[in-house]
């Protein structure tokens, strides 16, 4: 996982263009986002599409 994304998860918390610090809420468990990450590298995905919201890890 990359480090934008460990800070998410071990912060709770991601900062906004502007710099301006938000809560992350509704964000899928790190576990579960491993594994989506290696669906995704295990099929050699070339584009994603991007459901939840601005703030969350799935947005990264």
Do not use: C, H, W
């Amino acid at each position: 996982m990359n480090q934008v994304l460990e800070d998410i998860y071990r912060t709770g918390k991601r900062v906004d263009l502007a710099g301006r610090e938000r809560k992350v809420t509704g964000a899928v468990p790190r576990e579960d986002a491993l594994i989506l990450q290696e669906m995704v590298r295990f099929v050699k995905a070339k584009t994603t599409l991007e459901t939840g919201v601005a703030f969350d890890p799935s947005a990264v």
